[in-house]
């Protein structure tokens, strides 16, 4: 597979950047379809001395997850499979120069948008183990249990699987992780490419959704100032505050982001996949498949996390040496199927994925 990402810094960002990006590529539709993609993907991933023990765990998850895409098919359409996975949270869980292990809470969406599997959420607790090595984080090894499970928003309609096309292998791309930050723990500049403007629009998206966007004004502030534009830094700080005011009235948070009975405000999104509209070397657009999670983690079971799945238009300018935003737009959703008979979880066995310290590292 080409492309694996590489190059991580040697810091806890770096290590949920890794942790990352080898559970959602272990999780892609390529992975699962092609075997020569699959060994150089485990070849770039693994530390010395793991590769062939990944090899053969990545080609048994590989036979599990095509029989289970290939549904009333009698042979897989790898071009319409739909495998895409995104990072909610990530909580690092042990660390030193030498190594880290990181756990990760991770929606998935695995169908067919040809019709044979319909596309399906799902939710897995990704422990990954990293060693550093040769400068970089390697993977020792990953187990995956079911993850918490969030509903669906009920206001949210399931799509028909013909809708998922603009997201099948060849149309879209997963999002990369970097864990590269600047000073004050916003994203480091980006490059000036099509790759570059994608990953700006998915750290925006993701900066968007984390809970100190609702309950901490001074990180709200500083963080649309490392993202915004300067052109349209002034309303969008006065609709982000409107829009915080709002969800924290409502849903009864301080700025501590916790309610007088200190449950916890959970939000979270994570990109599923990215493609981009349009791109030259002054402006670009790109669209995101996101998944978002909110919701309470407390005694109320009525303001349990629930999830959303929309398509994101970010549209940014080259600006001060690197991408910033002129607007984030819903640009309509894209719902997956729910589970079949699958309750979701209690409201405050939430708490655990919501702290600051459980965000992911930004693309």
Not at 166 to 195: H, I, W
Not at 218 to 227: I, Q
Request: proline share 5%; glycine share 8%; with cysteine.
């Amino acid at each position: 597979m080409s492309g694996v990402p590489v190059g991580y810094p040697h810091t806890q960002d770096g290590a949920k950047a890794a942790a990352a990006n080898y559970t959602v590529i272990s999780g892609s539709a390529d992975f699962f379809t092609n075997t020569a993609d699959r060994n150089r993907a485990v070849s770039a991933m693994a530390a010395q001395g793991t590769a062939d023990a990944a090899e053969k765990k990545a080609d048994l998850s590989a036979a599990q997850a095509v029989s289970a895409l290939q549904g009333d098919n009698p042979t897989l359409s790898a071009e319409q499979a739909i495998a895409r996975t995104g990072v909610l949270s990530a909580r690092v869980l042990g660390y030193d120069d030498q190594g880290a292990m990181v756990r990760l809470w991770t929606t998935t969406v695995r169908g067919s948008a040809a019709g044979h599997v319909t596309p399906t959420v799902g939710y897995q607790s990704v422990t990954v183990t990293l060693v550093w090595e040769s400068n970089d984080w390697k993977l020792v090894d990953s187990s995956t249990t079911s993850g918490l499970f969030a509903s669906i928003d009920v206001r949210q309609a399931s799509n028909v699987p013909g809708d998922f096309a603009s997201y099948v292998p060849a149309a879209a791309e997963d999002p990369v992780m970097t864990g590269a930050t600047a000073q004050g723990g916003f994203p480091a500049p980006y490059e000036r490419s099509e790759q570059g403007a994608r990953a700006a629009a998915v750290s925006a998206v993701m900066l968007y959704g984390d809970p100190r966007f609702f309950t901490d004004a001074e990180w709200r502030h500083r963080m649309l100032a490392a993202t915004a534009a300067p052109s349209v830094l002034a309303s969008v700080t006065s609709d982000a505050d409107s829009t915080a005011r709002l969800v924290s009235d409502n849903r009864g948070v301080g700025t501590d982001g916790t309610t007088p009975d200190g449950s916890e405000l959970i939000t979270r999104t994570a990109a599923l996949a990215t493609r981009t509209i349009s791109c030259s070397d002054q402006a670009a657009s790109v669209e995101l498949w996101t998944a978002s999670v909110g919701g309470v983690a407390g005694k109320d079971e009525t303001q349990r996390p629930q999830i959303a799945f929309l398509r994101m238009t970010v549209d940014l300018v080259w600006v001060d040496g690197t991408w910033k935003t002129t607007a984030v737009t819903p640009s309509g959703p894209l719902v997956p199927s729910p589970p079949a008979m699958h309750e979701a979880d209690s409201a405050d066995s939430f708490a655990d994925v919501g702290g600051a310290s459980d965000a992911p590292a930004t693309a």
